[in-house]
């Protein structure tokens, strides 16, 4: 504390700064942010799911390439895992679990219930994609919950860091403008994440949306400590848990205040994280675009002919519409 009442200091490298009590969200922790600073273990969810091998993974993403090629020709999602599943190794668990969500598919027309159920086989996160697609009150695009499932099973085939899984994950929440809280409930449950991380989720949960992400993410790495080390701060009470590197740390404290998206595009620009994956608008082949304007040019010119004719004595002569046949009187 800086020695006035209601105000709490955070260091910074640009010189300290402050959270005035009386203007912050009502709702924000106090008490909760300095438990986490000080390694205290807050109540969290999940973390049961234990990690697949490698096989799984690599199949996950094919499968879920084939559902998001084979969607775009018009077929149908029974169908296509019908055939799909022919195609998967028998030597995985992935066939066993898409003959489940056929089955589920069938009965209440929802892939993400069977997901859900599968919770030992595919992760929270992954029936969090599926269940926001398939909202009937939402707009994120079923063809852009494929790709960012693929995308994370090819990625997790790698082994990937906890650091880039996480930030994977949240960007997808960011970019589609999905449910925060429901979201990181299911981040919560993923089995990359160690307690330490879990615990540091929990506290992200709680607080985002009045604490920036970057500030968040700034202060558990290490160019925070580093930071604090060199300006001889006693003051301020350096977090247990180191979580991201200096390079994360470099990078969040450049880019707060700004368009969170930056943040990510900048970690995949300078660390070389993973993009998720945008749906792409399909550009017009020029021959179609020129043959609707030509079809639209012969409607309008048919109509300045039909005016043209109102305008004359005689009005518009009905009688070539009949080919021949006799109008009726």
Same mark, same amino acid.
């Given at each position: 504390?800086?020695?006035?009442?209601? !105000?709490?200091?955070?260091?910074?490298?640009?010189?300290?700064?402050?959270?005035?009590?009386?203007?912050?969200?009502?709702?924000?922790?106090? *008490?909760?942010?300095?438990?986490? *600073?000080?390694?205290?273990?807050? $109540? *969290?969810?999940?973390?049961?799911?234990?990690?697949?091998?490698? #096989? #799984?993974?690599?199949?996950?993403?094919?499968?879920?390439?084939?559902? !998001?090629?084979?969607?775009?020709?018009?077929?149908?999602?029974?169908?296509?895992?019908?055939?799909?599943?022919?195609?998967?190794?028998?030597?995985?668990?992935?066939?066993?679990?898409?003959?489940?969500?056929?089955?589920?598919?069938?009965?209440?027309?929802?892939?993400?219930?069977?997901?859900?159920?599968?919770?030992?086989?595919?992760?929270?996160?992954?029936?969090?994609?599926? *269940?926001s697609a398939e909202d009937e009150k939402g707009r994120?695009?079923?063809?852009?919950?494929?790709?960012?499932?693929?995308?994370?099973?090819?990625?997790?085939?790698?082994?990937?860091?906890?650091?880039?899984?996480?930030?994977?994950?949240?960007?997808?929440?960011?970019?589609? !403008?999905?449910?925060?809280?429901?979201?990181?409930?299911?981040?919560?449950?993923?089995?990359?994440?160690?307690?330490?991380?879990?615990?540091? /989720?929990?506290?992200?949960?709680?607080?985002?949306?009045?604490?920036?992400?970057?500030?968040?993410?700034?202060?558990?790495?290490?160019?925070?400590?580093?930071?604090?080390?060199?300006?001889?701060?006693?003051?301020?009470? &350096?977090?247990?848990?180191? /979580?991201?590197?200096?390079?994360?740390?470099?990078?969040?404290?450049?880019?707060?205040?700004? $368009?969170?998206?930056?943040?990510?595009?900048?970690?995949? =620009?300078?660390?070389?994280?993973? !993009?998720?994956?945008?749906?792409?608008?399909? %550009? #017009?082949?020029?021959?179609?675009?020129?043959?609707?304007?030509?079809? =639209?040019?012969? %409607? &309008? #010119?048919? =109509?300045?002919?039909?005016?043209?004719?109102?305008?004359?004595?005689?009005?518009?002569?009905?009688?070539?519409?009949?080919?021949?046949? =006799?109008?009726?009187?």
């Amino acid at each position: 504390m800086d020695g006035q009442p209601g !105000r709490a200091t955070l260091g910074w490298s640009n010189g300290p700064h402050t959270f005035d009590r009386a203007n912050v969200h009502p709702r924000f922790n106090f *008490a909760a942010a300095q438990a986490v *600073a000080c390694g205290v273990k807050l $109540e *969290a969810s999940g973390g049961s799911m234990e990690k697949l091998i490698r #096989e #799984e993974y690599v199949e996950q993403g094919y499968f879920f390439k084939a559902l !998001r090629e084979r969607l775009a020709r018009s077929e149908a999602l029974q169908d296509v895992m019908e055939n799909v599943r022919e195609e998967i190794l028998s030597t995985t668990k992935l066939p066993l679990a898409i003959d489940y969500l056929r089955a589920e598919l069938s009965h209440s027309g929802m892939m993400s219930l069977a997901m859900k159920k599968l919770s030992h086989y595919f992760t929270a996160f992954q029936a969090f994609v599926v *269940a926001s697609a398939e909202d009937e009150k939402g707009r994120f695009d079923l063809r852009v919950a494929l790709d960012v499932l693929r995308f994370d099973a090819e990625f997790r085939a790698t082994d990937p860091t906890p650091v880039a899984t996480f930030f994977y994950q949240f960007e997808t929440l960011c970019r589609n !403008r999905l449910d925060y809280d429901k979201g990181l409930s299911a981040i919560l449950e993923d089995p990359t994440f160690d307690e330490g991380w879990r615990n540091w /989720l929990t506290f992200v949960r709680q607080q985002i949306g009045l604490i920036e992400l970057t500030d968040l993410v700034y202060v558990a790495s290490q160019h925070y400590v580093e930071q604090q080390t060199r300006l001889g701060s006693s003051e301020i009470e &350096m977090p247990e848990n180191v /979580l991201f590197g200096a390079k994360e740390g470099k990078i969040a404290l450049a880019n707060r205040r700004k $368009e969170p998206l930056y943040f990510f595009e900048a970690l995949q =620009r300078q660390l070389g994280y993973p !993009r998720v994956p945008r749906l792409e608008k399909q %550009r #017009e082949d020029p021959l179609q675009a020129l043959g609707a304007i030509m079809r =639209r040019l012969e %409607r &309008m #010119e048919s =109509r300045l002919k039909f005016l043209e004719d109102e305008q004359r004595e005689g009005g518009i002569d009905l009688a070539k519409f009949y080919k021949g046949k =006799r109008p009726p009187n």
